[in-house]
């Protein structure tokens, strides 16, 4: 079945050190995006990618950083530079010209600072 | 004012119940528009697109009403298993930019009581 992979699912970091959350589709989507969700707070978009070897910023990209060297793989790093990290890690996939059908979510990574 | 506002609820109603929730959003330019379903410490789920002649699905029902800017959603003969957070998402951009930066709502909570 197609869909989204995210993992791990639950994530411990210490404060000071760099993690990297994986996300990959085999949906042949072409779009990938990364948000943040927070308690009564909606969702953030941290960064997004169009096309492999591009990425753009979203709302909130300090002390996050993305690569996009594949098509399904689109993996977020949280730096030490990321103040507040500890939240729930949404990644999405999107077809480019296909506005009518949303975006499908993988199952996300429960970050927390410890 | 905010880009998508939601009445955070919690919504309480009892099995067999209608209920209606809005979503009001600021840019009047946007273009598409859906209603996700969120399950506690879950991913976001497609529930449906909202079109502007407005659609059905089963016992739910999506309108776009363009002039007011709101979006609303109803849920006929609700079931335990409706009770869930149902997020508002809008697509400020549309499709001429071939950006599909979705804006997500808080989410209005909904508990069908047995």
């Known amino acids: 079945d197609g869909g989204i992979t995210q993992s791990p699912k639950y994530l411990f970091r210490k404060e000071g050190q760099n993690?990297?959350?994986?996300?990959?589709?085999?949906l042949n989507h072409d779009a990938m995006y990364w948000y943040r969700q927070d308690p009564g707070q909606g969702l953030r978009l941290i960064y997004y990618s169009q096309i492999v070897n591009d990425f753009q910023k979203g709302d909130i990209a300090e002390g996050y950083s993305v690569s996009r060297e594949k098509k399904e793989s689109f993996p977020l790093t949280v730096t030490s530079a990321q103040k507040n990290p500890t939240a729930f890690y949404l990644c999405a996939s999107s077809e480019q010209g296909a506005d009518n059908y949303g975006y499908t979510f993988g199952s996300g990574t429960r970050l927390t600072v410890v | 004012?905010?880009?998508?506002?939601?009445?955070?609820?919690?919504?309480?109603?009892?099995?067999?119940?209608?209920?209606?929730?809005?979503?009001?959003?600021?840019?009047?330019?946007?273009?598409?528009?859906?209603?996700?379903?969120?399950?506690?410490?879950?991913?976001?789920?497609?529930?449906?697109?909202?079109?502007?002649?407005?659609?059905?699905?089963?016992?739910?029902?999506?309108?776009?009403?363009?002039?007011?800017?709101?979006?609303?959603?109803?849920?006929?003969d609700s079931k335990l298993s409706d009770s869930a957070t149902y997020l508002c998402v809008v697509n400020p951009w549309g499709t001429t930019s071939g950006t599909y930066k979705y804006i997500f709502g808080t989410g209005t909570r909904l508990k069908v009581l047995a």
């Open chain 2, 1 to 76: 004012r905010k880009e998508v506002e939601q009445d955070p609820g919690p919504f309480n109603v009892p099995e067999g119940a209608t209920v209606a929730f809005n979503c009001t959003y600021s840019n009047s330019a946007s273009q598409s528009f859906f209603w996700y379903r969120q399950d506690c410490r879950k991913e976001p789920k497609l529930l449906m697109s909202v079109y502007s002649s407005g659609n059905e699905d089963g016992r739910f029902t999506a309108q776009l009403n363009r002039a007011s800017q709101y979006i609303s959603l109803l849920i006929r």
């Open chain 1, 19 to 26: 993690v990297t959350l994986s996300c990959e589709q085999n």
